[in-house]
């Protein structure tokens, strides 16, 4: 036996790449580029999904138990959980009791959301407050150009949507910085105090109305853009979703483009990159699930949250449509299920090395992540993947020759995160956390690889076919 079959050695995917190949990367990050460009919250992305979920054929699960119909093997279906949790199912041939391959990852963003009560004018300028949503490094949030996406639903129901900043037209919006020449105390402050969360107000105004017997002339005037755009008032703001999100397109990063720099990556790259993979799937044994769930940043909660009891229902829907329902039915088949949690793992970054630990840690360009633990202080609150299924999903990635790395989220005690894995491991089914490498994860601009973007569809479909 020579030394290297004894030794591991991770390649960079970049070095195995016909011409052929690198044609494929630079075509999926292209798509993903259009994708994040015009996807930036959650419902524009379950949206976009739904919309490339029938044009490949699937079918909406409500309209199929509005008309009584029935499911059989290479069917596909999608269930929409309040427009902003998505489940995608290609039915399989085997029983539904053998169990489900998952794919699973986030589609919401840290970002900055408006307050309920938002509009005020001090001092002749208007302004929205804001309240941030997931972890934020505010001091990144200021001096950047912002744009307004989301909903407002009027009290007869009728949903309004907002995007407002992404085209080249369109004026955008922003949370102002202190200028350097008066900032000596700032400076001085810690890092998480430097921007605090009640500072992070957002300028939408500047201009008082003409000829009005009002007080407030400038948040009058935007209530009268708003009003005029969009048929709203003041009180409207009361239940709408409006999240400030970086503005702008995705971008290609690095002289070479061998990156992609946009907003959000964390964790809609693993769901794009999960659709793709799932999108291949037509014919399979087992029934092949691609699940996109909301208010992960948040620890999952709510309705649309993977905590939610939405997927549990909608596998009992499913599988009632295929004849195969009962209640122990339904856990064997969550029991013998299978499952890849994806979400973003740190890449390596050399301007940052003292947080990592290098050989536990993941580097771009060396293919899909896989994490046996996430976790914090003694891998506290984390999905501790078993060896037995660690060595299958080496097996299906090596036999599928996808490029795949495993780490750690930095050096321990330096910090960690969690993910969806722990959820659905609750159902006693196999998970592992696997994803793709960022560097500035959290940021409003995030980057990543696009040699692991193509390893991770590449990675999942593999998964999907063998697991
Ligand atoms: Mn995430
Ligand atoms: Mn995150």
Same mark, same amino acid.
């Given at each position: 036996? $020579?030394k290297?079959t004894?030794t591991?050695?991770i390649?960079n995917a970049?070095?195995?790449?016909s ?8 075509? &999926? ?7 994040m460009?015009? /996807?930036k $919250?959650?419902?524009e /992305? ?9 044009? *490949? ?5 409500k309209e199929i138990?509005?008309?009584?119909? @029935? %499911?059989? #093997?290479?069917?596909?279906?999608? #269930?929409n959980?309040?427009g902003?949790?998505?489940a995608m199912f ?7 009791e ?7 990852a ?5 970002r900055l ?11 002749e300028? #208007?302004?929205l407050e ?5 972890g ?5 949030w200021?001096a950047?150009p912002?744009a307004?996406?989301g ?5 007869d129901n ?8 992404e085209?080249?037209n369109?004026?955008? !919006? ?10 000596a ?8 105090k430097?921007?605090?969360g ?11 109305i ?6 407030? *002339? ?10 005029? *755009?969009y048929d709203i008032t003041e009180e409207?703001? !009361?239940?709408?979703?409006l999240?400030i999100?970086p503005?702008?397109k995705a ?10 720099m ?13 659709f793709?993979a ?8 087992? @029934? ?9 940043? =948040? ?10 009891k939405?997927f549990?229902?909608i !596998?009992?829907? &499913? ?10 039915? %339904?856990?064997?088949? %969550? @029991?013998?299920? *299978?499952m890849?949690?994806?979400?973003v ?6 301007n940052y090395?003292? !947080?990592?630990?290098k ?19 003694g891998k506290?609150g984390?999905?501790?993947a078993?060896?037995?299924f ?5 097996? =299906?990635?090596?036999k599928?020759?996808?490029a795949?790395? $495993?780490?750690?989220?930095g ?7 969690g @993910?969806?894995?722990?959820?659905l #491991?609750?159902?006693n089914?196999?998970?592992?956390? /696997?994803?793709?490498a960022?560097?500035n ?14 390893e991770? &569809?590449?990675?999942?479909?593999a998964? %999907?076919?063998e697991?």
């Open positions: 036996m $020579t290297k004894l591991r050695e390649p970049w070095d195995k790449y011409d052929e190949d690198i044609k494929k990367v630079f075509d &999926v990050s292209d798509r993903y580029k259009q994708f460009s015009a /996807c $919250t959650e419902r /992305c379950v949206d976009e999904f739904v919309k490339m979920a029938e044009e *490949k054929g699937y079918k909406d699960l138990i509005k008309n009584g119909d @029935t %499911l059989k #093997a290479g069917d596909k279906v999608y #269930a959980n309040m902003k949790t998505l290609v039915i399989g041939k085997q029983s539904f053998k169990g489900l391959t998952i794919l699973g986030h589609v919401d963003s840290p959301d408006i307050k309920q009560n938002p509009l005020y004018e001090d001092s300028l #208007a302004l804001t309240h941030y949503y997931g934020v490094k505010k001091y990144q200021v950047i912002l307004i996406h909903v407002v639903v009027k009290k009728t949903v309004v949507n907002v995007v407002i900043g085209d080249d369109d004026p955008v !919006v922003g949370v102002s910085d202190l200028l350097i020449h008066l900032s105390d700032q400076l001085g402050k810690k890092g998480d430097v921007v605090e009640e500072d992070l107000n957002l300028l939408v105004g500047s201009r008082p003409k000829d009005k017997d009002v007080k407030e *002339k400038v948040k009058e005037n935007i209530l009268v853009i708003l009003n005029e *755009k409207d703001f !009361v239940s709408a979703e999240e999100v503005a702008g971008r290609d990063y690095g002289l070479d483009r061998s990156m992609v946009a907003y959000g990556h964390d964790d809609r790259i693993c769901a794009f990159t999960s793709e799932i999108a291949k799937i037509d014919e399979t044994e087992k @029934t092949c699930v691609a699940l996109f769930v909301d208010k992960e940043e =948040i620890g999952s909660v709510g309705a649309t949250g993977m905590h939610s939405f549990e229902n !596998v009992a829907e &499913v599988m009632d449509r295929v004849g195969e329902y009962s209640e122990l039915k %339904l856990r064997r088949c %969550l @029991t013998n299920s *299978k890849l949690s994806s979400d793992s740190a890449a390596f970054d050399p090395p003292s !947080v990592m630990e050989k536990n840690a993941a580097f771009f360009g060396k293919g899909i992540v896989f994490n046996k633990y996430t976790g914090s202080r506290g984390c999905n501790d078993n060896p037995e660690i060595a299958q999903i080496r097996a =299906i990635m090596d599928h020759n996808v795949w790395q $495993t780490a750690e989220l050096k321990v005690d330096q910090g960690g995160g @993910t969806i894995a722990y959820i #491991a609750e159902y089914m196999e998970v592992i956390d /696997c994803g793709i960022l560097q994860m959290h940021a409003p601009w995030e980057v990543a690889s696009k040699a692991d973007i193509y991770a &569809v590449r990675g999942y479909e998964f %999907l076919i697991a």
